[in-house]
Nanobody, 118 residues
Framework: QVQLQESGPGLVEPSQTLSLTCAVS??????????WTWIRQSPGKGLEWMGA???????IYGPALKSRTSVSRDTSKNQFTLQLSSVTPEDTAVYYC??????????WGQGTRVTVSS
Protein backbone atom coordinates (compact mmCIF):
# COMPACT_ATOMS: atom_id res chain seq x y z
CA GLN A 1 0.00 0.00 0.00
CA VAL A 2 1.41 3.37 -0.98
CA GLN A 3 2.25 5.84 1.77
CA LEU A 4 3.00 9.54 1.44
CA GLN A 5 4.79 11.70 3.99
CA GLU A 6 5.20 15.47 3.81
CA SER A 7 8.20 17.25 5.27
CA GLY A 8 9.38 20.83 5.43
CA PRO A 9 9.50 23.91 7.64
CA GLY A 10 6.49 24.75 9.75
CA LEU A 11 7.23 28.47 9.66
CA VAL A 12 8.10 30.60 6.64
CA GLU A 13 8.67 34.35 6.55
CA PRO A 14 6.63 36.53 4.19
CA SER A 15 8.10 37.00 0.71
CA GLN A 16 10.17 33.82 1.04
CA THR A 17 9.72 30.56 -0.87
CA LEU A 18 7.90 27.70 0.80
CA SER A 19 9.41 24.32 -0.05
CA LEU A 20 7.85 20.99 0.91
CA THR A 21 8.83 17.45 0.02
CA CYS A 22 6.65 14.36 -0.20
CA ALA A 23 8.38 11.02 0.28
CA VAL A 24 6.55 8.13 -1.34
CA SER A 25 6.86 4.51 -0.28
CA UNK A 26 5.10 1.39 -1.48
CA UNK A 27 4.77 2.64 -5.04
CA UNK A 28 6.79 4.39 -7.73
CA UNK A 29 6.11 7.98 -8.72
CA UNK A 30 6.83 6.94 -12.31
CA UNK A 31 4.15 4.24 -12.36
CA UNK A 32 1.87 4.66 -15.37
CA UNK A 33 -1.17 6.89 -15.13
CA UNK A 34 -0.69 8.11 -11.55
CA UNK A 35 -0.23 11.76 -10.75
CA TRP A 36 1.21 13.31 -7.62
CA THR A 37 -0.55 16.33 -6.27
CA TRP A 38 -0.32 19.09 -3.73
CA ILE A 39 -3.53 20.25 -2.06
CA ARG A 40 -3.87 22.74 0.74
CA GLN A 41 -6.50 23.83 3.21
CA SER A 42 -6.34 27.30 4.72
CA PRO A 43 -8.03 28.03 8.05
CA GLY A 44 -11.79 28.23 7.57
CA LYS A 45 -11.58 27.42 3.86
CA GLY A 46 -12.04 24.41 1.67
CA LEU A 47 -9.47 22.29 -0.08
CA GLU A 48 -7.47 23.98 -2.83
CA TRP A 49 -5.77 22.00 -5.57
CA MET A 50 -2.38 23.57 -6.27
CA GLY A 51 -0.63 21.47 -8.87
CA ALA A 52 0.63 18.05 -9.77
CA UNK A 53 3.39 16.16 -11.51
CA UNK A 54 2.35 13.36 -13.77
CA UNK A 55 3.93 9.92 -14.08
CA UNK A 56 5.51 11.22 -17.30
CA UNK A 57 7.28 14.06 -15.49
CA UNK A 58 5.07 16.83 -16.85
CA UNK A 59 3.63 19.31 -14.37
CA ILE A 60 0.22 20.99 -14.32
CA TYR A 61 -1.03 23.81 -12.12
CA GLY A 62 -4.20 25.37 -10.83
CA PRO A 63 -4.84 28.82 -12.35
CA ALA A 64 -5.02 30.72 -9.06
CA LEU A 65 -1.47 29.86 -7.97
CA LYS A 66 0.15 29.00 -11.27
CA SER A 67 2.49 31.99 -11.33
CA ARG A 68 3.95 31.13 -7.92
CA THR A 69 3.91 27.32 -7.89
CA SER A 70 6.36 24.71 -9.04
CA VAL A 71 6.07 20.94 -8.63
CA SER A 72 9.09 18.78 -9.41
CA ARG A 73 10.34 15.30 -8.61
CA ASP A 74 13.43 13.28 -7.79
CA THR A 75 12.91 9.80 -9.17
CA SER A 76 16.09 8.49 -7.52
CA LYS A 77 14.56 9.27 -4.13
CA ASN A 78 10.95 8.56 -5.17
CA GLN A 79 9.80 11.92 -3.90
CA PHE A 80 8.25 15.08 -5.26
CA THR A 81 8.50 18.68 -4.17
CA LEU A 82 6.34 21.78 -3.95
CA GLN A 83 7.76 25.27 -4.15
CA LEU A 84 5.51 28.28 -3.57
CA SER A 85 7.20 31.63 -4.02
CA SER A 86 6.49 35.07 -2.56
CA VAL A 87 4.39 33.71 0.27
CA THR A 88 2.07 35.88 2.35
CA PRO A 89 0.09 35.12 5.52
CA GLU A 90 -2.76 34.04 3.24
CA ASP A 91 -0.63 31.01 2.31
CA THR A 92 -0.86 29.74 5.89
CA ALA A 93 -2.46 26.31 5.54
CA VAL A 94 -2.20 22.59 6.02
CA TYR A 95 -0.47 21.19 2.93
CA TYR A 96 -1.17 17.66 1.74
CA CYS A 97 0.55 15.51 -0.83
CA UNK A 98 -1.83 13.18 -2.57
CA UNK A 99 -1.77 10.44 -5.18
CA UNK A 100 -4.27 10.64 -7.95
CA UNK A 101 -5.53 8.12 -10.46
CA UNK A 102 -8.07 8.97 -13.15
CA UNK A 103 -10.48 11.31 -11.36
CA UNK A 104 -9.82 10.11 -7.83
CA UNK A 105 -7.41 11.02 -5.05
CA UNK A 106 -6.75 7.63 -3.55
CA UNK A 107 -3.89 8.13 -1.07
CA TRP A 108 -3.21 11.12 1.16
CA GLY A 109 -0.32 12.14 3.35
CA GLN A 110 -1.14 13.18 6.89
CA GLY A 111 -0.62 16.85 6.06
CA THR A 112 1.85 19.39 7.33
CA ARG A 113 0.93 22.75 8.80
CA VAL A 114 2.78 25.77 7.45
CA THR A 115 2.48 29.21 8.98
CA VAL A 116 3.63 32.31 7.14
CA SER A 117 4.67 34.93 9.65
CA SER A 118 7.54 37.19 10.54
Amino acid sequence: QVQLQESGPGLVEPSQTLSLTCAVSGGSITANYYYWTWIRQSPGKGLEWMGAILYSGNSIYGPALKSRTSVSRDTSKNQFTLQLSSVTPEDTAVYYCVRGFTMKFDSWGQGTRVTVSS
